[in-house]
């Protein structure tokens, strides 16, 4: 079956602008997670979905950031009014385990390189 | 907030030679995660290790958990230019939010010269 996907893979965007990016998990996985990389840098946590639950939300950086997850399936992460330093690569993975399963096995998609002029 | 400290952050080595990346907090970990990432993909998972003092092989590669479960280490026998990445580490909560919620290290970049 297919992996994780998203869309796109690379945006630029002027300071100020909104963006969307966009996570298709993988079929039937009931957890979603955003994370942010850094280039060559590790993952930094950005928002969790579990099903029906309440996300996570308390690695989102500020309030310019937030997801969405439709029919706990596809999942859109926006940023409003950009600033150079959200320039990143934003990523998804999906897994199919759900709450209450410790180091459940995630699974990323490619990634999207935001850069913000 | 749990941190992981990963080290070297960099390591450039010849084909052959053996190597060993470290990961350490002051925090307890229910498992521990090691992934490897190559350019414009995302981390694909390598192992997990559950168990204080666990060591688990996947063929030259050697990791092992800590018998407290704050540290971990991946050892590389005879590294090949495949063998080069972004290789992370990453702890799951072990208290209380046990969704899999992932704390992951610094990274460390490797580079494998034939």
């Known amino acids: 079956g297919a992996g994780v996907s998203q869309s796109p893979s690379n945006k630029v965007t002027e300071k100020g602008k909104d963006v969307e990016l966009r996570c298709d998990p993988i079929s039937g996985h009931t957890a979603l997670y955003w994370y942010r990389q850094s280039l060559g840098q590790g993952l930094e946590f950005l928002i969790y979905?579990?099903?029906?639950?309440?996300?996570?939300k308390s690695g989102l950086p500020s309030d310019r950031f937030s997801a969405e997850r439709t029919g706990g399936s596809v999942s859109t992460l926006t940023i409003q009014r950009t600033q150079q330093e959200d320039s990143a690569v934003y990523l998804c993975a999906s897994s199919p385990q759900g709450a209450g399963v410790a180091g459940g096995t995630q699974y990323f998609g490619p990634g999207t390189r935001l850069t913000v002029l | 907030t749990q941190l992981l400290e990963q080290s070297p952050q960099f390591l450039s080595i010849q084909e052959g030679e053996n190597l060993t990346v470290y990961c350490n907090s002051s925090s307890v970990f229910s498992s521990l995660q090691w992934y490897r990432q190559e350019p414009g993909e995302g981390p694909v998972l390598l192992v997990t290790?559950?168990?204080?003092?666990e060591v688990k092989k996947l063929k030259r590669l050697t990791f092992q958990f800590g018998d407290a479960r704050k540290d971990s280490s991946l050892h590389i026998t005879a590294a090949q230019p495949g063998d080069t990445g972004l290789y992370l580490c990453a702890g799951a909560d072990a208290g209380g939010t046990s969704y899999g919620k992932l704390t992951f290290g610094q990274g460390t970049i490797l580079t494998v010269h034939p």
């Open positions: 290790v559950v168990t204080g003092g």
């Open positions: 979905f579990q099903g029906n639950s309440a996300p996570d």
